[in-house]
């Protein structure tokens, strides 16, 4: 955990670093006004994401996970694997919660296909995610718009798993 | 914002009916702790989206991820999300910036839906670990073709609902 944390932070600030040189040659002027923007962008962006990261552990908090897991039931063909699409969007928290609740479907007897399917749906379109994370740093039309158009490859994942019969 | 804000506080509410004050506190502290871990990573990733957007030269990035970049557009996104380092906090304001200097919705949705797929920062710290190695890479493996589809998906939509442009 902290290894991995350490190598995000060295190779962010090293792409930070290698990007801020190249501006820099551009001449001073290129990285005074980057950075100013960038710097702006934070300042706009900060309240969001502490109502969202603060707030995100209650939301999580009332949730129990054993609803969702309840959801992913075993062996429930496409019925299950519509459940676990709906079940990944309504998942909050962040990537423990989701890969924890997929983990525990498995060992109570899901069905592959159908934690697959929750996976990537949650990957793709949690909720929360989108409006905590996505919202805030991209414009709003296109965070739906993708989210709309991912709709169909969670049940697509699931007809490949289904098809070749793994994992 | 303001949606959040209320599902938060009740949320809250329900945590204090139920846990007392001790348990909104926990979860509190415990929230804040990774509020202050995360905020210097938000800055990085702003910068590095505003030294993006001053860099890439617009002409051709709308040439290799614009509305005509085709196959290779897609594939050229669906590559960038899966090396991108970092969390949520890199990929979308790189994302954004890529959207303003001239990459399409299509392009601009490869990228993102390959970096939550087959980005190997979020399957190595936590997938590999909570779901096993099998059932990841399966995953991944099966994932595969879904960025590069998703946005062909997009950008077939996206001519058809503004078949004008985008509108303003």
């Not at chain 1, 718009?145 to 994942?157: D, G, H, I």
């Not at chain 2, 990085?44 to 030269?57: K, S, V, W, Y």
């Not at chain 2, 590559?79 to 304001?93: D, K, Q």
Request: proline share 7%.
């Amino acid at each position: 955990m902290t290894m991995s944390a350490l190598i995000i932070d060295i190779s962010l600030w090293g792409s930070v670093l290698v990007l801020g040189i190249i501006a820099f040659r551009r001449g001073r002027v290129v990285v005074v006004s980057a950075a100013r923007e960038g710097a702006m962008d934070f300042i706009n962006i900060v309240p969001r994401i502490a109502l969202g990261v603060i707030g995100s552990g209650y939301i999580a908090a009332v949730i129990p996970p054993e609803i969702i897991t309840g959801w992913l039931g075993p062996d429930s063909g496409w019925l299950g694997v519509l459940t676990a699409v709906i079940a990944g969007g309504l998942t909050p928290g962040g990537p423990v919660v989701g890969f924890s609740i997929g983990a525990v479907a498995l060992k109570v007897g899901g069905g592959s296909p159908q934690v697959i399917a929750y996976v990537v749906a949650w990957a793709l379109f949690a909720f929360q995610r989108l409006i905590l994370w996505e919202i805030p740093f991209m414009p709003a039309k296109f965070v739906w718009f993708r989210a709309a158009v991912s709709v169909p490859f969670p049940f697509l994942a699931a007809a490949l798993a289904m098809a070749i019969g793994k994992p | 914002m303001i949606f959040i804000a209320v599902l938060v506080a009740v949320s809250a509410t329900l945590v204090y009916r139920r846990d007392g004050l001790d348990g909104v506190l926990k979860i509190l502290t415990h929230d804040l702790w990774l509020f202050g871990e995360i905020l210097p990573r938000v800055l990085a990733g702003c910068l590095l989206g505003a030294f993006i957007t001053e860099i890439l030269p617009h002409e051709k990035v709308s040439r290799s991820l614009g509305p005509n970049s085709g196959l290779k557009g897609l594939l050229i996104g669906t590559a960038f999300g899966a090396i991108l380092p970092g969390g949520p906090f890199t990929a979308y304001p790189v994302a954004a910036a890529l959207l303003t200097v001239g990459a399409d919705f299509g392009a601009t949705i490869a990228m993102v839906v390959s970096w939550t797929l087959i980005g190997y920062g979020r399957a190595v710290a936590w997938e590999l670990p909570i779901l096993g190695t099998d059932f990841t890479l399966w995953r991944i493996v099966i994932s595969l073709p879904i960025p590069v589809l998703a946005g062909a998906l997009g950008r077939f939509v996206y001519v058809r609902m503004y078949p004008k442009g985008e509108p303003s």
